[in-house]
């Protein structure tokens, strides 16, 4: 079983950054692949980025490539995303989750953590 737990969302202004962290805990987390997701109201929950907890390559939506990045720190089995130049729109609750390799569907989600941005 994966337990997955996101902290660091608040509010803050157009332009600025904050970082959510994801502590992941469980077996053989290095079978799973993490994403980061975010919904706003109104909105259909949105993929922002994925990767596999034993590395690899990462995968970034359009909407946040070059604005978010994606890491994680395997001693403390924990991941972040670091989201710079924040926009309004960027407004959404986040959250963390994973699902075992080959799996379409994720599986294990957070909690999630408020994300707002003023204008």
């Known amino acids: 079983q994966v337990q997955l737990a996101e902290s660091g969302g608040g509010l803050v202004q157009a332009g600025e950054s904050l970082r959510l962290s994801c502590v992941v805990s469980?077996?053989?987390?290095?079978?799973?692949?993490v994403g980061w997701f975010r919904q706003a109201p109104g909105k259909e929950r949105e993929l922002l980025t994925a990767?596999?907890?034993?590395?690899?390559?990462?995968y970034y939506s359009d909407s946040v490539k070059g604005r978010f990045t994606a890491s994680r720190d395997l001693a403390k089995n924990t991941a972040y995303l670091q989201m710079n130049s924040l926009k309004p729109e960027d407004t959404a609750v986040y959250s963390c989750?994973?699902?075992?390799?080959?799996?379409?569907?994720?599986?294990?989600w957070g909690q999630g953590t408020q994300v707002t941005v003023s204008s």
């Open positions: 990767f596999t907890w034993s590395g690899g390559a990462t």
């Open positions: 469980g077996h053989s987390l290095s079978l799973y692949t």
């Open positions: 989750a994973a699902k075992f390799r080959g799996n379409q569907e994720y599986s294990h």
